[in-house]
């Protein structure tokens, strides 16, 4: 069975940084692109950054662009989110997502889904 476990979130202030970890298992992890994606407050799911398998090319929305980071350690089979610059617009609930062999851009996309993480920005 997939399994995705985000972790890392949490209360931050705006500007303030915040990491997200996922914690992957039941497939072969260094085989799938992975993505993250958002859902804020009243909003629908936001597709936020994507990364290929071996980590060789990476894609952001605009909204994030410049201020977040994904990256993954294939050897841990965990795929990361560097969150930098955080904006009150950036509170939402931040999914781990698996995605196809290829890449993912889209939330139509995905596959799996961890369970998510809260990340809120606010004073």
């Known amino acids: 069975e997939v399994q995705l476990v985000e972790s890392g979130g949490g209360l931050v202030q705006p500007g303030g940084s915040l990491r997200l970890s996922c914690a992957a298992s039941?497939?072969?992890?260094?085989?799938?692109?992975m993505s993250w994606v958002r859902q804020a407050p009243g909003k629908g799911l936001e597709w936020v950054s994507g990364?290929?398998?071996?980590?060789?090319?990476?894609k952001s929305a605009d909204s994030v662009k410049g201020r977040f980071t994904i990256s993954r350690d294939n050897a841990k089979n965990t795929l990361y989110l560097q969150m930098n610059s955080l904006k009150p617009e950036d509170t939402a609930v931040y999914y781990c997502?698996?995605?196809?062999?290829?890449?993912?851009?889209?939330?139509?996309?995905?596959?799996?889904w961890g369970q998510g993480t809260q990340v809120t920005v606010s004073s």
């Open positions: 039941g497939f072969t992890f260094s085989s799938y692109a």
């Open positions: 997502a698996k995605c196809g062999p290829v890449f993912c851009t889209v939330v139509a996309e995905v596959e799996n």
């Open positions: 990364i290929s398998s071996s980590g060789g090319r990476t």
